[in-house]
């Protein structure tokens, strides 16, 4: 079964550019999310989609961060302009449903450097 | 609010056994998992507990307290792959949402 896949893998920008990353999770899989770990800490919830719709979306920057999944399937979340803060690898995982006990898969993540 | 603690650093030899301990305190409970990150990769999924007590699963356990807002995992027969950091992710009991700690990074020696 193929698992989470991300792209790109590493991306280095400039700050106030603009960056997309894309996601395609396990197939069949309703649930969605993007978490973004920066270096020594662990993963935080950006937002959360189930099928494509947005359940949670509490933790996302909206002046600069946005993100869709259309169709239910694949992914993009997008960050514009950039800050040096958003360095950081973006995680794309999934599950079956956002319930509980569903175990959450994760990508390899895109590794951002905004400098 | 969401409070997860756990140690940053743990060190261990081939062989050994370790605990990595974690106390949460998390605004609705439905379970706890643990995952493993090596450096430069994705976290695995290691083990779930819903119920108090330990869940055995080959060389690792995972143990639940939910009145203590406590887990741990223990890790036996160490070997040197097992070194990685260890991620405590409690979970909410809306969306099914993860809660993650900084992660213990464990280093293990030969």
């Known amino acids: 079964e193929a698992g989470v896949a991300q792209s790109p893998r590493y991306k280095i920008i400039e700050k106030r550019q603009s960056v997309a990353f894309w996601c395609n999770p396990i197939?069949?899989?309703?649930?969605l999310y993007w978490y973004q770990q920066i270096l020594g800490q662990g993963p935080k919830l950006l937002i959360q989609?189930?099928?494509?719709?947005?359940?949670?979306d509490s933790q996302l920057p909206k002046d600069r961060f946005s993100a869709e999944r259309l169709k239910g399937v694949d992914s993009t979340l997008k960050i514009q302009p950039a800050k040096l803060e958003d360095s950081a690898v973006y995680l794309c995982a999934s599950s079956l449903e956002g319930n509980s006990g569903n175990t959450i898969y994760f990508g390899e993540g895109s590794w951002l450097t905004v400098v | 609010g969401q409070n997860i603690d756990q140690p940053t650093e743990m060190t261990a030899t081939e062989g050994a056994i370790v605990q990595i301990n974690c106390t949460y305190q998390t605004s609705g409970f439905n379970g706890l998992f643990w995952y493993q990150q090596h450096a430069g990769e994705a976290p695995t999924f290691l083990s779930y507990?819903?119920?108090?007590g330990l869940e055995e699963k080959g060389r690792f356990s995972s143990f639940l307290s939910r009145s203590k807002g406590y887990s741990y995992l223990l890790l036996k027969e160490l070997q040197m792959k097992d070194s990685a950091s260890y991620l405590c992710a409690p979970q909410g009991s809306t969306l099914g949402r993860l809660y993650f700690g900084r992660g213990t990074q464990l280093t293990v020696w030969p």
């Open positions: 197939s069949g899989h309703a649930t």
């Open positions: 989609f189930q099928n494509n719709g947005v359940v949670d």
């Open positions: 507990n819903v119920l108090d």
